[in-house]
């Protein structure tokens, strides 16, 4: 007999579709209802180099679909980018599955997502009911590198009215 295969259960919840054509590009969408909390999938990731990553990834069409990920320098010195002292402390990364093709909404997020660091995953939770349909998207955070589509409506049901109440207000979804 076998001794067990040992590793990290890797997941993908039942009703998920990859749609090419949508307003936004590809999507992940609902292709049955999916509760609140599900876990729709754990992602391995591909940690860059942040050498290589400046001087090759950046400059494709595949840095739009990376996340941001923490570093750890190797101390040897290779790692130091052109012009800089210190290593860097964030990387890009590649996120493996489904992971770099869910949408940014911050009107209809519902989906969100927890790294693991040490084991270089990502897992993607259900945050309510998804009903049938719907589109599965994430919250990008503020620092977008596009025009976020959505920003007007979203201040405009969400946001303060004045200066001085939206400085506080950005202190509080900081």
């Not at 010195?77 to 990364?93: C, F, I, N, R, V």
């Not at 599955?97 to 693991?116: A, C, K, P, T």
């Not at 994430?138 to 007007?152: H, K, M, N, P, V």
Request: hydrophobic residues 35%.
């Amino acid at each position: 007999m076998a001794a067990p295969v040992r590793g990290i259960q890797l997941t993908r919840a039942e009703g998920l579709v990859l749609v090419l054509e949508t307003p936004k590009g590809r999507g992940v969408f609902a292709s049955k209802d999916i509760p609140a909390r599900t876990v729709l999938e754990v992602c391995p990731v591909l940690v860059l180099d942040p050498v290589e990553n400046k001087e090759y990834i950046e400059k494709t069409d595949l840095y739009n679909y990376t996340y941001n990920w923490p570093y750890t320098p190797t101390g040897n010195g290779k790692d130091h980018l052109k012009g800089s002292e210190k290593p860097p402390t964030t990387t890009q990364a590649v996120i493996l599955g489904l992971g770099s093709m869910f949408n940014h909404s911050n009107i209809q997020q519902n989906v969100g997502w927890e790294r693991d660091i040490a084991n270089r995953l990502i897992t993607y939770t259900a945050l309510r009911d998804i009903k049938e349909g719907e589109e599965l998207c994430i919250s990008y955070g503020q620092r977008l590198t596009f025009q976020d589509t959505e920003a007007d409506e979203y201040f405009e049901d969400t946001g303060p009215e004045d200066i001085t109440s939206w400085l506080d207000y950005t202190e509080l979804i900081d």
